[in-house]
């Protein structure tokens, strides 16, 4: 089982991606009353943040004033669960993350314990993106019921030792040791992928990976060059120089694990004898040279699900490559992921504005929207579009979010 821990300043948009997310379930709420908005639970924690201003801003003010916290247990583990079960493990977690002392490590008392379960919290049940692989979502209030700080220093080791603790006790497989296995699985993947590939190429090696079931994004400098990549299996992640051996899966290396695996593909061209002198055969000291196999040129095909309506969207290599590098997650955001930014980009592109308009709604959009001119200028570079089109739907998700800072 995984967990992840942090403090947030974005209590009110966490709280409601948290329980109103497509397929969310609430499995528990703490300190607050059930069947109330998302929106009522956030008013009733600040009003307690409120009830305490004093206190709280006795030494600074508490700018990140709520707590975020993912547990994920694998799939096997929860075969055939109900909400009962699921309450269960969010009760025996909290008490769990509430006893690990840190304040050795942190060399601060009030890192000794936390007191999650005398502070208002809600507990909702999520579904990934293709609806298999469940896991918990624990947003809390920064301050308990009595309006002392729960503890947040070290706050994601806090959540890793309460899920290995509970891991332990319920004979499952500890994170670390599944984490290898699905390292040595991916790696498996990767190197049956390149040895498939007639030729090595970014946007063929990402879509057969993908092909394999998983998710795989890769990262871009701004001259458009791969510089990193990560792959997902479920809800880890796990970066280029994770996986392989001796990092030949990374960016500057994987080029020549592809060679090492294709030898076929590369003959060696010796160089003419030159004429003898003296009985003496003279030979270029020239290395030989490899005849590389030549690249087509790409086009980069997408299958956008918008509404239920498929868009089929094809981008030159070029052009996707910018779309890619271009595109960035906004700061504030609500249901939005990269991948949604990026096929909001790329519908624009398409011209295809009625749909991109919709997919940012569907992610909860809060930004602007093109106006009724928007479009390619005449004399407009192609990149130049692209960048364009990245700028809009980098605007189009982002939001306006009321931030807290007592």
Same mark, same amino acid.
């Given at each position: 089982?995984?967990a ?6 974005? $209590? ?6 948290s329980?109103?997310?497509d397929?969310?379930?609430i499995?528990?709420?703490?300190h607050? @009353?059930?069947?109330?908005?998302s929106s009522?639970?956030w008013?009733?924690?600040?009003a307690l943040?409120m ?8 030494h600074h003010?508490?700018k990140n004033?709520s ?5 994920? @247990? ?5 075969? $055939?669960w109900?909400?009962k079960d699921?309450?269960?493990?969010a009760?025996?977690?909290?008490r769990?993350f509430d006893?690990?002392?840190?304040s $050795?490590?942190?060399r601060?008392?009030?890192a000794?314990?936390?007191n ?8 909702s ?7 298999q692989i469940?896991?918990l979502?624990?947003n809390?209030?920064?301050i ?5 700080v ?8 806090r959540?890793?030792?309460a899920a290995?603790t509970i891991?332990k ?6 994170a670390?040791t599944k984490r ?7 790696t498996k993947t990767c190197?049956s992928?390149?040895?498939?590939m007639?030729?090595?190429?970014w946007?063929i090696?990402?879509?057969k990976?993908?092909a394999?079931g998983?998710?795989i ?9 791969v510089c ?7 809800n880890?992640r796990?970066?280029?120089?994770d ?6 899966l990374?960016p500057?290396?994987?080029e020549?694990?592809?060679?090492k695996?294709? @030898? ?5 061209v010796?160089?003419?004898?030159k @004429?003898?002198? %003296?009985?003496?055969d003279y ?5 030989a ?5 030549k690249e087509?040129p790409?086009?980069f095909?997408h299958?956008?699900e918008v509404g239920g309506r498929?868009y089929?969207? %094809? ?7 910018v779309?890619?590098n271009?595109v960035k997650?906004?700061?504030n955001?609500?249901?939005s992921?990269?991948e949604?930014?990026q096929?909001?980009?790329?519908l624009l592109?398409?011209?295809y504005?009625?749909?991109?308009i919709?997919l940012?709604?569907?992610? $909860?959009?809060g930004g602007?929207?093109p106006?009724?001119d928007?479009?390619k200028?005449?004399?407009e ?9 990245a ?8 939001r306006p ?6």
């Open positions: 089982m995984v992840k821990g942090a403090v947030i300043t974005h $209590g009110s948009n966490a709280v409601r991606y329980s109103e997310k397929k969310a379930e499995v528990k709420v703490n607050l @009353p059930e069947n109330i908005s009522s639970m008013a009733r924690m600040v943040q009830k305490y201003k004093e206190k709280l801003n006795k003010p508490l004033n707590i975020r916290i993912e547990l994920s @247990p694998a799939k096997e583990e929860t075969v $055939g109900t909400i699921w309450q269960e493990l009760d025996e977690f909290v769990e006893s690990v002392d840190l $050795g490590k942190t601060r008392d009030s000794k314990r936390t999650l379960q005398n502070t208002q919290y809600i507990v049940l999520h579904h990934d993106s293709k609806g469940l896991h979502h624990i809390a209030n920064r308990d019921m009595e309006g002392n729960n503890d947040a220093h070290y706050i994601n080791d959540a890793m030792i290995n891991t006790r319920r004979g499952w497989v500890l670390e290898q296995r699905n390292i040595e699985q991916i190197i992928v390149l040895k498939n007639e030729s090595f190429n946007n090696y990402q879509a990976v993908k394999e998983y998710t994004t890769l990262k871009r400098d701004k001259h458009g060059k990193g990549y990560y792959i997902m299996k479920g880890s796990y970066k280029s120089s996986i392989g051996h001796s990092r030949n990374t500057s290396r994987i020549k694990t592809w060679e695996l294709h @030898p076929e593909k590369f003959s060696h010796e160089h003419a004898a @004429p003898e002198k %003296d009985g003496k030979r270029s000291s020239k290395p040279s490899l005849n590389y196999p087509k790409v086009m095909h299958d956008i498929h089929s969207v %094809d981008i030159p290599e070029e052009i996707d490559n779309l890619r271009e997650m906004p700061e955001f609500l249901w992921t990269i949604d930014v096929h909001t980009a790329m592109f398409a011209g504005i009625n749909a991109a919709d940012a709604d569907s992610c $909860g959009r602007g929207s106006s009724s928007w479009g200028d005449d004399n570079d192609e990149k130049e579009w692209a960048r364009r089109c700028q809009m739907a980098h605007n189009m998700h982002n979010i009321r931030r807290y800072h007592r």
